[in-house]
């Protein structure tokens, strides 16, 4: 399967505590992308990081990419209760054919 | 941004009945779209990309003849969920991305939760 593997599958912190996720995945990547889910709803893009990139930022999200490991991370720093909701990481299969696989996901609660 | 409009948001229908679900891209034309589904506490599963113009492009155990996909304009694909099952309750998100703009972030759909009873 192509599909990418997340650790921790759930995650339980309280507000203001930093929370990291981890995606690994067993193909070449162009780039890796994370998304979020809140129950019952659509998908939002997070951030996106390409494989010639190591580190990128955005806001209080921090992505780091090892494509010798081929695996990401996603530091959520100062975590808020809204940022309860499930964590995607995702990327395009080895036919590059647009399709985007994506991870197991981590769920995760910020405890106000 | 990117809007990607989903139609419903949840439905409710009997077996053996017919459900059609629309993914429309309201700002952008989009010659490729995907369809996911998503059972309970799991992960995205891609099922088919929708092509304009063309066949729908399926992936491996999903049967075409039951999951009938339409993509008949730029900016509109649709799932039709032929002689459904209690089985084929599921979570069904579809993303598109603007033609063109390569190998970045999809948008997606806000779902359809469909429950067959």
């Known amino acids: 399967s192509q599909q990418g593997e997340e650790d921790p599958q759930a995650l339980s912190i309280q507000e203001g505590e930093n929370a990291t996720m981890n995606c690994s995945y067993k193909t070449s990547i162009n780039n890796l992308q994370w998304y979020r889910q809140n129950s019952g709803r659509g998908l939002v893009h997070l951030i996106l990081?390409?494989?010639?990139?190591r580190e990128k930022h955005s806001g209080r999200l921090r992505v780091t990419l090892d494509t010798s490991k081929k695996s990401s991370s996603l530091l959520i720093t100062a975590s808020r209760a809204a940022d309860t909701a499930s964590y995607f990481c995702?990327?395009?299969?080895?036919?590059?054919?647009?399709?985007?696989?994506f991870g197991q996901g981590t769920t995760l609660q910020v405890k106000p | 941004g990117a809007v990607v409009s989903q139609h419903p948001s949840r439905v409710i229908c009997k077996s053996g009945t017919s459900v059609k679900i629309e993914c429309r891209s309201l700002d952008f034309q989009a010659t490729t779209m995907f369809w996911y589904r998503q059972f309970p506490k799991q992960s995205l599963m891609l099922m088919a990309t929708?092509?304009?113009?063309?066949?729908?492009?399926?992936e491996q155990g999903v049967e075409k003849d039951k999951f009938l996909i339409n993509h008949a304009s730029l900016t509109l694909s649709t799932l039709t969920v032929t002689s459904a099952h209690p089985e084929d309750s599921s979570f069904y998100i579809c993303s598109a991305t603007p033609a063109g703009q390569g190998a970045g972030g999809y948008t997606f759909g806000s779902g359809t939760r469909l429950t067959v009873v």
């Open positions: 990081i390409r494989s010639n990139e």
């Open positions: 995702a990327f395009y299969g080895s036919s590059n054919t647009g399709k985007l696989i």
């Open positions: 929708s092509n304009e113009g063309s066949k729908a492009t399926y």
